[in-house]
C-alpha cells in the first residue's frame, strides 16, 4: 500500500479533514471556476481521489443527469461518499490506489479531482496524467484543483497560517510540486488550451483539453 494510502486509510485522518472541509478559504472559488469549464456537453466524468464525493456532488447540484464515478483508496472516504450517493444510480464508487496504474473504467467526458493527486510520488502524477489523457473522450477536459509548491518556504508557511495549518500539522502524506512543472507535463502530453485557470497561494486549477 502506498504512503498516501495509508495515511488517508486512518479514519482519524479521513474525519479530521472532512471535518474542515467547508473551511477550507477561497475553495469554493476554485471549485466554481472547475464547473464553469465543464461543457454542456459533459455526461460522464470521474473523480480521483473523491473523498466523501464533495466535487461530484457540487456538479451534480445542476446537472443531475450525469453518471459519475467516484474513485478513492480510503475506506472511510468511500462509506461517506457510499453514503451520500445512496439511492443515485448515475454514481459508482470504486475502491483504488492511485499509486497504481488506473483500471479499466471506460471514457469520460471530464476527468475532474480535487486535493488529491498532490500525494502521489512525482513519477506517478506524470504517468497518472498519461492515463487520464487517454481515457478522455476527444472533446473532453482534465480539471484538477490542486495543492501545489510555493515557491518559497515563507509563502508555503504563509499559505499553511492561511488555512489555520502549522508546519507540525502538515498533512505528512503531501507531496508539493510547482504548477508550472505540471502544466508543461500537460503540454507534453498533449492536452491543449493547458493553464493555470485560478489560483490562490498554493491552491490551483489546472485545466488541460483533449483538443
Ligand atoms: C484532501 S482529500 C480531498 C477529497 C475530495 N476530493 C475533496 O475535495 O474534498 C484527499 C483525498 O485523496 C484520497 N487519496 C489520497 N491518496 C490516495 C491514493 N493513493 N489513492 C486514491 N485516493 C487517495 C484521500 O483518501 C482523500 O479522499
Not at 502538515?170 to 502530453?189: K, T, V
Not at 485557470?197 to 488541460?208: D, F, Q, S, V
Request: aromatic share 8%; charged share 25%.
Amino acid at each position: 500500500m502506498s504512503r498516501s494510502a495509508k495515511e488517508w486509510s486512518s479514519p482519524q485522518n479521513a474525519l479530521a479533514y472532512l471535518n474542515v472541509a467547508d473551511d477550507l478559504p477561497h475553495r469554493s472559488e476554485g471549485e466554481s471556476v472547475l464547473i464553469d469549464h465543464l461543457s454542456e456537453n459533459t455526461r460522464r466524468v470521474l473523480d480521483l481521489g473523491t473523498g466523501d464525493g464533495r466535487l461530484i456532488r457540487l456538479i451534480k447540484a445542476n446537472r443531475p443527469y450525469i453518471e459519475a464515478v467516484a474513485l478513492d483508496v480510503s475506506p472511510t472516504m468511500l462509506k461517506s461518499a457510499r453514503d451520500h450517493f445512496a439511492g443515485d444510480s448515475k454514481v459508482s464508487i470504486v475502491k483504488h490506489d492511485l499509486s497504481q496504474p488506473l483500471p479499466d473504467l471506460g471514457y469520460f467526458d471530464a476527468v475532474v479531482s480535487s486535493f488529491a493527486i498532490h500525494h502521489l510520488k512525482h513519477e506517478r502524477k506524470h504517468d497518472l496524467y498519461e492515463e487520464i489523457y487517454d481515457i478522455i473522450n476527444p472533446t473532453g477536459v482534465f480539471c484538477n484543483l490542486e495543492h501545489v509548491a510555493s515557491p518559497s518556504v515563507e509563502l508555503h508557511v504563509r499559505f499553511l497560517k492561511a488555512i489555520g495549518y502549522t508546519p507540525e500539522k502538515e498533512d505528512r502524506a503531501n507531496r508539493l510540486l510547482p504548477m508550472e512543472i505540471q502544466l508543461s507535463w500537460l503540454r507534453d502530453i498533449g492536452f491543449v488550451e493547458v493553464d493555470c485557470y485560478w489560483k490562490w497561494l498554493e491552491m490551483a486549477l489546472l485545466i488541460g483539453y483533449k483538443a
